[in-house]
């Protein structure tokens, strides 16, 4: 009566070592239903490609229930919204407000980037408290990839907007500190490569900051799964103690907070990128 819980309980103690074989062993995590698959038909070569790549298959799992949103919401609009359209035009106001508040005018260029970069981190980052599914921005193996993609994304785009906006000789000015006077100038070989090491260093304190948090809270999770199966395991019940939901909550919060420090970052490296004539 209990066998699906003995599954769960050694897949937790499996799944952080290296593809769940007799390689050493890592932090627990939480099985999703990839692992179970992979459990039942390891020999299966399309669910043994999937496990291999679970966080990229959660992402576009995100991706496409995104995707479907935003084909409903605007597929019969009204004046007067209502349903779904009400909530994600809710939604894209208020992102588009708090990025006024930071970028002024330049805000509804950027929002459209910026508001798909926060909410595809917020559903990533919670979907992993979803029985079955995982956080493809967290994760002991591996996905890391998720986040650095979207830091690299970010990157390239501050770097884009940076030459567009500012001209290739305004921008090279601009990494090289904006030298106004003689001083200034002699200390361009000083202040230039500091600058491009800092521009550098901002997609990899993006991914790692996102990934370290979503992956700490999901261990953090397990750990305490797996305590609740066997604090109850001698009554052989299909249960176990409910012990990791006060942190099912905090995961819930932490998970919204690293989503809007991720965009929050991201919005003022564009605002550090842009001109600024009015001053």
Request: aromatic share 12%; proline share 5%.
């Amino acid at each position: 009566m209990n066998s699906l819980l003995i599954v769960v309980f050694s897949l937790i103690q499996r799944t952080g070592g290296h593809g769940g074989g007799g390689g050493e062993a890592g932090p627990p995590e939480l099985p999703n239903i990839i692992t179970f698959l992979s459990h039942w038909l390891h020999d299966n070569v399309i669910i043994g490609f999937l496990h291999h790549w679970e966080n990229i298959f959660f992402a576009f799992v995100v991706a496409s229930f995104l995707s479907v949103v935003a084909i409903v919401s605007s597929r019969k609009k009204a004046m007067v919204p209502s349903g779904i359209q009400n909530v994600v035009e809710a939604v894209v106001e208020g992102l588009d407000n708090f990025f006024a508040g930071i970028l002024g005018k330049e805000a509804r260029h950027f929002t459209p980037f910026l508001g798909t970069i926060f909410i595809y981190i917020w559903c990533m980052n919670l979907l992993g408290l979803i029985p079955g599914f995982m956080s493809p921005t967290g994760g002991v193996k591996g996905g890391y990839n998720i986040t650095a993609s979207l830091a690299i994304c970010v990157f390239l785009y501050v770097q884009y907007t940076g030459i567009r906006r500012l001209g290739l000789g305004g921008y090279i000015h601009h990494m090289a500190g904006s030298p106004q006077n003689l001083v200034q100038w002699l200390l361009v070989p000083l202040n230039l490569p500091i600058h491009i090491i800092g521009e550098l260093a901002k997609p990899l304190s993006l991914s790692l900051r996102l990934f370290g948090n979503i992956t700490g809270e999901d261990v953090l999770i397990a750990a305490f799964v797996g305590l609740g199966i066997t604090a109850l395991s001698f009554l052989n019940l299909p249960i176990g103690l409910p012990l990791q939901l006060p942190f099912v909550f905090l995961a819930i919060l932490t998970g919204t907070i690293q989503a809007l420090v991720f965009t929050l970052l991201s919005t003022i490296y564009f605002s550090m990128m842009l001109p600024h004539e009015e001053h």
